[in-house]
């Protein structure tokens, strides 16, 4: 699956061919447009991926990552999109990308921050876990963005 990139300096389009090249080759750039065909026959689903954020893995092959979305270009984030790709073509293997069974989640902020509080009641954090995690968060929002664009560096590398 590609991906279409408006530049949002020059304007131009470009694409990134695969989720490997869109995280190593264009995080730089401020929003990508996306546009999901849904089961509802005629409806679209229409957001810009306003980062991509790759979670590090013990398995060097799988790697998790979100998209953090928006409804227009200049609007704030308020969807986090949950997907993964499998790489094993160092391996002779394919990239598969993939949601999970039946789709990716994806959340507001508000509903993420539900299902926090349910893992804290289900006991997968405890209440200090959180507290100690909110401490070491970041408070500036340009801070934030600089470091969500530069998260990269877990990113698995392009082939050659």
């Not at 200090?128 to 877990?154: I, P």
Request: net charge negative; aromatic share 10%.
């Amino acid at each position: 699956m590609g991906y279409l990139i408006k530049c949002s300096s020059c304007q131009q389009d470009t694409w990134a061919p695969n989720i490997v090249d869109l995280i190593n080759d264009y995080l730089e750039k401020e929003s990508i447009f996306q546009e999901s065909i849904l089961q509802e026959e005629g409806e679209t689903w229409q957001r810009y991926i306003k980062a991509v954020v790759p979670i590090k893995t013990a398995y060097e092959t799988y790697t998790p990552y979100i998209f953090l979305t928006a409804p227009t270009e200049d609007a704030d984030i308020d969807g986090i999109h949950f997907n993964y790709f499998k790489d094993t073509r160092k391996d002779g293997g394919s990239l598969r990308h993939g949601h999970g069974p039946g789709g990716s989640p994806v959340f507001s902020k508000d509903e993420l921050l539900q299902l926090l509080e349910k893992l804290v009641n289900y006991g997968c954090f405890s209440k200090q876990d959180m507290k100690d995690f909110a401490e070491k968060l970041v408070c500036s929002s340009s801070s934030a963005t600089t470091q969500l664009r530069s998260a990269g560096e877990n990113a698995p590398k392009k082939e050659d």
